[in-house]
């Protein structure tokens, strides 16, 4: 097809003729010769690859945005979503052949991505030679409020190819011109409804964009479509409204010729909260419920449909995210109306961008497993439910009768005593209410709008109200996003229990703070982006969730709320400890910023380096780089002003330890603001580098290389060989300072021997708090005491993760008590992320082994740390990747020839780096066997008599580099480490005699 076109462009005789064809005629004729082409391109593939009978595997998890793309059939199914992405250029991942267990020794050496709608090829890529299948960028614009599918296709370095694999997405408005034709709805009503009838024309496609700053659900010809809770992301609404999509063609099973009706319901969240609008934070807000909608209806004949709207005052009369929603079932509502247009003075004034995370599904619904009559007092039931949960409650439809009012109050933990929702001063998670007549016995209790942290809800009914209190009354229902989970991770033997508690609590907690589509501390009392919590558990997420999309939206809204203004002063290019808004963020007539402590906003720059890392998303980097420059700017400009050798700005300090919190921020803020200075210039150094900013990265790198001789200088305590000044804070300043590389070789040696004294001493027990806890177990691991990091993990009694668990815990907490503490009066949520973070991220990247050595996974090291004696003596452990997944599965043998069985899976294009223990065995009594083929174990590396430090190397294993000549096989610090490709190996190390 383009072939056709540019030979068109080259002959103007032909030009001139297809000038004179009317659009209908050229149409078809465009149509024919797409059709032609695809069959003769689809034939030639076919010939290819089954004229050579070596197919290779059809290309898997397609995704567009690094959001999953479903093919067409799953949509028309009704087993998959349309997935919706807000730019005209976006970019095409997939994974060339198996996710799970590819071919040993497969590669990629060339692939293709074509673009069709209504099966017209818009863009094709031709066979382009490449090995990477993912972030391939789109070349044609694409038009808004469309519907696309793209096919993959790759070859590998024989020739050989794969079959087409399919994909379906949306592009949805990305211009101003394409929201011409919407609306501004709100002014006091909340309901609106959408009636188009096609008069017999079959509906090929229609779709519905709400911006709602408020959140929005949607019902179609009285059924529900996506998710009913209606939470929407919270953004800083003067810059940015995030858009949903809805997919409200007819489904299979009514007619597509037939009249239909769409209802929408708005609510306030937290575009109205009185604790956004009368808060620090100076975001823009407004006093009722408003949207931007967009309805698009495509009719067969290719016309578009007339719709009718019309708008009322619905049944929620107020609604917040923290209070909770009230909503009136008992009046009359009102009659439809003609609709109200939100005046401009009323409406938010930010980007329309479409939200590019998964959805809220709100199908994961949970029972509970208790339901008691509160003593004492009447008309109360408290139910209790297995886990803590994140979203609301709904009340069964029969189970309540009367008039009057049911509250359902949300808490996390309930004093049956006191009957309140804490163990001490107390607070609820908001309060659900509704007003209910006769009638109100038909339908299910269900808010909308709002969401609460809990594992118990209060039911209590006003008189006049009888509510029948079964157990299975009331349920529970998750309202988060629908992340895939991304890593799995199993343990046998010695705290094998401990470990897979905790990795279950840590999960359930990032989950849990995502709930309004960005990373929060917690999701029942403040539901606050604080840029430090997302710092310290940024890469357990990106270990355990799917996050690309959730971690660039929160990267965006940190670049909207940092300023680039003179009048800022030197504090220019500083951003908020939170966000959205700038409850925090420096003024130009402070001498000191407040609030603006840098182990909390070197998230900036630390988390998209992590994006790198995890993700290679190098095109959202690049665009954020100009403002992360701005950031790293004025921390070095201040310093200047201050005369200090490193930035260290601090507010919070070592947040939630175990020390006294008026001994703590002082005694730990400016060292620890330090060092995660030097860790944000160290991911500015990363950064520069990966975009092509040579100039920059090496000045980074020369500043960050005096830094570091600079902190080793001014914060080493040779009274205490650490760098703390109390034996308190030993434990986190030493390993935060060990991450670092500030410290030299001398200091290094003496302040980890006393971190690992003091841990010693403290029977194996925690001080860490919020920054420290990120580091200590991987620096144990890292500097040879592996054995002291699993001790430390397994710990059951207080201060400890164990502790937790064995007081019944199913998510993190936010002290290690659980309690109130003197120093910080409000009672500690136990749904708080920070405390989870370095453990949740050691558990794969050293009891698993699993890293990305470089950018995307295109090098991987597997290199599990296996203590003789301590911990587990299995781990199965999976992390999903760009290119598929990585999997490391370990096994100790005990009194047994066998030393250590290690079977790893290396995706298609990823080099593997796998470290072989031998824990502590001399290499002159080792052997290494491959064995994926138990019938034919294969030696790869043998002692030798006459090299026994160096063995010898067998060099016939498929995938394995040569030994010799591509260091396939070596021997580093007492360790076998082999390189291999794609595929699955599993290697045995034994005792020689």
Aim: charged fraction near 15%.
């Amino acid at each position: 097809y383009h072939k056709q076109t540019r030979m068109v462009c080259r002959m103007p005789s032909v030009l001139r003729y297809f000038i004179t064809l009317d659009c209908d005629t050229l149409s078809i004729m465009l149509k024919i010769s797409a059709t032609v082409c695809r069959t003769l391109a689809l034939c030639c593939a076919v010939s290819a690859t089954t004229s050579e009978g070596n197919a290779l595997d059809l290309p898997t998890r397609l995704m567009v945005e690094y959001l999953d793309s479903p093919t067409p059939e799953d949509i028309h199914e009704g087993v998959a979503t349309v997935v919706v992405i807000g730019t005209a250029f976006p970019r095409f991942s997939f994974i060339p052949g198996s996710n799970d267990y590819p071919t040993k020794g497969a590669d990629v050496a060339a692939y293709q991505v074509v673009v069709f709608q209504e099966q017209l090829p818009l863009w094709d890529s031709g066979v382009r030679k490449s090995n990477t299948t993912y972030n391939i960028r789109c070349g044609e614009a694409l038009g808004g409020d469309g519907t696309y599918t793209w096919t993959a296709q790759y070859w590998d370095s024989t020739g050989h190819a794969s079959s087409l694999a399919r994909g379906h997405f949306d592009v949805g408005p990305v211009t101003t011109r394409d929201w011409e034709d919407s609306y501004w709805l709100g002014a006091g009503q909340n309901e609106f409804r959408f009636q188009y009838n096609p008069n017999g024309i079959n509906i090929t496609r229609a779709r519905l964009y709400v911006a709602s700053p408020g959140g929005s659900t949607v019902i179609v010809n009285d059924n529900s479509v996506g998710d009913q809770s209606g939470v929407s992301a919270w953004t800083d609404f003067s810059k940015t409204v995030a858009y949903q999509s809805y997919d409200i063609t007819p489904k299979p099973g009514r007619s597509v010729k037939e009249a239909q009706t769409v209802d929408l319901t708005i609510g306030g969240g937290m575009w109205t909260s009185e604790k956004v609008c009368n808060s620090k934070s100076n975001l823009q807000c407004g006093t009722s419920a408003v949207a931007r909608v967009l309805i698009s209806v495509t009719l067969a004949d290719g016309s578009l449909g007339h719709v009718k709207v019309s708008g009322r005052r619905g049944r929620i009369i107020a609604d917040d995210p923290w209070d909770g929603c009230t909503t009136d079932l008992a009046g009359e509502v009102q009659a439809w109306q003609t609709p109200r247009e939100v005046p401009i003075s009323a409406r938010p004034t930010g980007e329309l961008r479409a939200l590019q995370v998964p959805y809220v599904s709100g199908d994961h619904m949970v029972r509970a497993v208790e339901a008691e009559q509160q003593p004492g007092i009447t008309h109360t039931v408290v139910y209790r439910f297995p886990e803590m949960v994140v979203g609301h409650a709904i009340v069964r439809k029969g189970s309540v009768s009367g008039a009057g009012n049911v509250s359902l109050t949300f808490c996390e933990v309930f004093n049956k005593t006191s009957g309140q929702c804490s163990i001490d001063t107390g607070f609820n998670s908001g309060v659900d209410i509704f007003l209910i007549g006769p009638s109100t016995s038909q339908v299910d209790l269900r808010p909308k709008f709002t969401w609460h942290g809990f594992q118990y809800v209060v039911v209590q009914v006003t008189r006049g109200v009888s509510f029948q209190g079964d157990i299975d009354d009331l349920s529970a229902v998750w309202t988060v996003p629908t992340i895939e989970e991304s890593a799995h991770i199993s343990f046998t033997g010695k705290g094998a229990e401990t470990l897979a508690s905790i990795d279950r609590i840590t999960k359930a907690s990032q989950i849990s703070n995502m709930a309004g589509y960005i990373p929060t501390d917690c999701p029942t009392r403040e539901k606050h982006g604080w840029l430090g919590d997302a710092q310290v558990v940024a890469v357990e997420a990106m270990y355990n969730l799917w996050a690309p999309g959730v971690y660039e939206l929160f990267l965006n809204i940190i670049r909207d709320e940092q300023p680039n203004s003179t009048s800022y002063g030197p504090y220019n290019g500083f951003v908020p400890v939170v966000v959205p808004g700038t409850w925090g963020a420096p003024g130009p007539t402070v001498d000191k910023p407040p609030a603006a402590d840098i182990s909390w906003t070197a998230a900036y720059p630390v988390i998209a380096a992590s994006l790198l890392r995890f993700y290679d998303d190098v095109p959202a980097v690049r665009a954020l780089y100009p403002h992360l420059k701005l950031w790293t700017a004025g921390q070095l400009r201040v310093a200047k002003l201050l005369n200090e050798s490193v930035p260290d700005y601090w507010d919070f300090g070592d947040w939630c330890s175990v020390e006294d919190r008026t001994m703590s921020r002082p005694g730990t803020g400016p060292i620890l603001s330090a060092a995660n200075f030097l860790l944000a210039l160290e991911a500015m150094v990363d950064i520069a580098d990966a975009i092509g900013a040579t100039l920059d990265r090496d000045v980074y790198l020369r500043t960050l290389e005096t830094m570091r001789s600079s902190y080793d200088r001014e914060f080493y305590n040779a009274s205490t060989e650490s760098y703390a000044a109390t034996a308190v804070e030993v434990q986190s300043l030493t390993a935060t300072t060990l991450a670092t590389g500030a410290a030299s070789d001398e200091h290094r040696t003496r302040a980890l021997a006393s971190m690992v004294a003091d841990v010693r001493q403290r029977d194996f027990h925690l001080t860490v708090g919020a920054v420290g806890q990120k580091f200590l177990l991987s620096e144990l691991s890292a500097n040879g005491e592996h054995d002291v990091a699993l001790k430390v993990a397994t710990q059951t009694t207080f201060p400890s993760w164990g502790h937790w668990i064995a007081n019944g815990a199913t998510t993190c907490w936010e002290n290690w008590s659980g309690r109130a503490d003197a120093t910080h009066p409000p009672a500690p949520t136990h749904n708080h992320i920070f405390l989870c973070g370095g453990v949740g991220e050691w558990l794969y990247t050293t009891v698993a082994g699993i890293t990305p050595a470089a950018r995307g996974y295109s090098r991987v090291r597997i290199a599990p740390h296996i203590s003789k004696t301590e911990g587990p003596n299995a781990v199965n452990a999976s992390v999903q990747t760009l290119r598929g997944k990585v999997h490391s599965n370990w096994i100790r043998h005990e009194n047994s020839t066998a030393i250590v069985s290690l079977h790893v899976v290396v995706p298609v294009n990823s080099i593997g780096l796998i470290h072989l223990p031998t824990l502590g065995h001399a290499l002159d009594i080792v052997a290494v066997f491959e064995t994926s083929e138990a019938s034919h174990p294969t030696p790869l590396w043998i002692h030798g008599s006459a090299q026994p430090a160096r063995g010898a190397y067998v060099l016939d294993v498929e995938g394995v580099a040569s030994g010799n000549t591509h260091s396939g096989v070596v021997v580093h610090d007492n360790t076998v480490v082999i390189t291999a490709s794609a595929g699955a190996y599993t290697f045995d190390v034994t005792r020689q005699h």
